[in-house]
């Protein structure tokens, strides 16, 4: 029996209960950590704050790496990004059987939108605003993960972004706080489940703490400076909502905020986080951030690792700053051993939330991870999740759906591709288990009509840069010329009735370190596309992409565009689902996308103006806020999607005009199906505060609901106001509702919006 383990159970037996977290009982948990603690050495104890990487790990030997070296010595609390259950068993039992007081790993991994079964990217989730459906994303991706010895997510990623040049975009929910707030939180449930007490409930981490997605000119890892009205209006809400639905991790960001790098920023971390919002599990580090603060220059070695211990950085990944320096730090009085307590404590209070001194092995299953992994049930909830996630964005003369009938030509680099519909962060998928889209449509069509195919370019014209789109399907690369490979796809589709155009980017060209300046097609697919339209016949544009693009030609010349995001392991059925016809339609844009790179960064919930263009804009208007050559307005707006059906917004009415400061009003509307097939509308509710003692945003999304309706079938969606819905951060950050006057509009997306008007009373 190991020390911790034997520990464990003389605490248990004192407190005479089976120790359960979930009762909120923490004596237990106290008392036992406190024990643990008071016999641990410094160095020990520094070991427990050491979160090393995973990749040199070898299977069946792990002593043999040199992080099966560093567990043996007791210098590490956990590992990262390991793949499977007999690794991360051997390496568990190395520190249970080497280290003198058996102190159990924690595993972590980016298990970002799904583990084997994968998911759609989280920005395609948050267009289907289907919070219940994300929520089952997480749960599968729990069980999934777990059964291969994950414990640790480092999931959800909630940065708000404003700019789609940023490739993180496609990990985040984009650019509204309210919707991302609800998909933090919907997150962190999944993952987490009944209080992470069974096997298959694993702890959240929600990062990047904080502002990481307002990086300047969307370059990845770039400055960051905002106002504190912006960070407590728009840019923290998301990783507050994770904290209210009680995350147990929170990941700092790489940038720095107000000048101090996050992970040593102790307002952010102590002040905000723990003290404003009473967080109470632990803060690790964005892999070297500690590290890094000598180039930000702020600070090396001793004095970088006792600034971010002082912040509240509890978990150094990656830097090995605080297992190499803090004990300098402590001998130079930089640090007390106190502080460092304070951060061992975190640390293993999260091991024994997970239950793992009670069972080392509990999210260790070889049995498990040979059943559980892309089970037929799991991908039967991606398919359905991923079809939701599809935001149509023209259709013209009703061009889609498609009939399963006739001869179809499915042309472009990602129509026969198995490996970059996954999207990024898919380290666990397994492509060859996958359909490419190519086989999804002609498992639709089967033998009632004809799928004929042609890849019609790389990605990219230029070499270079063609290898970053889409690094890992080196295979896929065709080394004919452009010419010859548009030839091909022309004399394809000549006979065809209908042909479909697969494009946008492969799954490395968003993600980290994936920020574009350019944000159209890549040439090479632009041209393929105008010599398919050159065929005369119907095309129907899929853009695959992490983030927002810029599809102002396609937008006046292709009748028919879905952007699909990349859509995980079942993307093949579930695109083919939705083009010829078995599902509708339903995700809406939470992004707004733009007309070219020079409007960005371009959002809905922007301020009012002094000298605005408006949104009847027509052409350029001196003195006003638009530019001369282009429209100031994005191309399509934040909420935008259509459906293969019609809906009809009617009846919007109010329950009162006036509010009172304890009181609610009802904001109601009827949605009506006026098509011949079913269909989901996703109901938006803004509000606008109209004199405010700090200017407030021209709308505000504050209230969604998703609803399915059968062809003429009507339904009434309401909004209950209360002041709490009304308030903001004003200018001393107090979080206010101010009496005055407000409009609540509804709508199927931020433009298209019936105004009513109320007053909030004194
Ligand atoms: C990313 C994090 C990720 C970590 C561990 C970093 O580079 O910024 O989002 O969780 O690596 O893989």
Redesign the pocket.
Known sequence: MTESKRLFIAACLLASVVPAFAEKDTKEMDMFIGNLISRMTLHEKLGQLNLH?GEDIVTGNPQASNLGAIVAKGEAGGT??IMGAEKTKALQKLALEKTRLGIPLIF?M?VIHGYQTVFPIPLGLSCSWDVAAVEKVARISAKEASAAGVCWT?SP?VDIARDPRWGRMA?GCGEDPCLGSAMAAAMVKGYQGDGMKGNDEIMA?V??FALYGAAEGGRDYNTVDMSRQSMYNYYFPPYKAAVDAGVGSV?TS?NTVDGIPATANRWLVTDVLRNQWGFDGFVVT??ESIYEMAKHGVGKGAKAASLALKAGTDMD?SSHAFLDHLETAVKEGKVTEADIDVAVRRVLEAKYKLGLFQDPYKYIDPEREKKELYTEENRKSAREIAAKTFVLLKNEGNVLPLQKKGKIALIGPMADNRRDICGTWSMMAVPSKYKSLLQGFRDAVGNSGEVVYAKGCNFHEDRKVDRWFSPYSASLKDERTEEELIAEAVEVAKDVDVIVAALGEGMQASG?SASRCELTLPETQKRLLEALLATGKPVVMLNFSGRATVMDWESEHVPAIMNVWHGGSETGDAIADVVFGDVAPSGKLSVSMPRSVGQIPVYYNHLPLGRPAGNDWKGFQVFRSNYIDKDHRPLYPFGYGLSYTEFEYSDFNISSTELSDNGEIIATVTVTNKGDRKGDEIVQFYTRDLEASVSQPVKTLKHFERISLMPGESRKVSFHITPDDLKFYDYNLEYVAEPGEFLVMVGPDSERLSTLRFTLKE
């Open positions: 990487p990262f990004n972590g980016d480092f990623m990990e981490c990062k990047h990941m790489f964005d892999y990944m980290e």
